[in-house]
């Protein structure tokens, strides 16, 4: 391995628990399959996934500050939905700590929780990654890992559903990107 990405995976790992970088690892390989099965750059996808949880140690107001201070927008709704927070906080991070300018990289970590209707490939890729990731065990993780692969449209789809329909079980709010991320798939 380079000694450069040695580096850069030991700044990642000492920014998170064992618990969120043995997720991290799991995305990471999720994002790697999903990529070489979409022909896209197996790089650009691995920085991506190694760096979309790097905030999710930060406290709420942590957070906040990161992106009051950044250029990023973030809806109202969105910062009143604490658990989404650090993903535009951490496209902050990627940008400043890590020196990240690849702008779909940095769309990818910022719209991993809930989603964008205008996501490129590799922002999708690690959107799905991080919901099969192999350490995923919730009741409807096995189909859509099959699905994924079998169809990236019927994939992002139920990962969609799924995602709003946990909300609804649950009595949360539905983050309107998530919708519109599913309308434009089933509008494909
Ligand atoms: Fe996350
Ligand atoms: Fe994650």
């Known amino acids: ?3 450069r990405k040695k580096g850069f995976i030991k700044k990642i ?3 998170m628990d064992a618990e ?3 997720h991290t690892a799991g995305v990471v390989e999720s994002a790697i399959k999903l990529a070489e099965d979409k022909a896209v750059c197996v790089n650009k996808v691995e920085k991506a996934a190694f760096l979309h949880d790097i905030a999710k140690n930060k406290t709420l107001e942590e957070m906040q500050k990161l992106i009051i201070e ?3 927008k973030v809806d109202k709704l969105e910062m009143s939905i604490p658990a989404v927070l650090h993903a535009p906080a951490g496209a902050v991070i990627a940008e400043k700590e890590f020196g990240v300018n690849d ?3 940095l769309s990818a970590i910022r719209y991993h929780t809930l989603g964008h209707p205008d996501m490129c490939l590799t922002a999708l890729i690690i959107f ?3 919901f099969i990731e192999p350490h995923r065990n919730f009741p409807c993780v096995e189909k859509i890992r099959e699905i994924i692969f079998e169809d990236f449209t ?3 789809i139920e990962i969609c559903s799924s995602m709003v329909q946990h909300q609804l079980e649950t009595a949360k ?3 309107p990107n998530t919708v519109m991320l599913r309308n434009r798939f089933l509008l494909y």
């Open 1 to 3: 391995m380079l000694e």
């Open 128 to 130: 799905a990654a991080d």
């Open 20 to 22: 969120r970088f043995k």
């Open 154 to 156: 019927r994939g992002i």
């Open 103 to 105: 702008k779909e990289i």
């Open 173 to 175: 709010i539905i983050h």
């Open 13 to 15: 790992k000492n920014k």
């Open 70 to 72: 950044s250029e990023w």
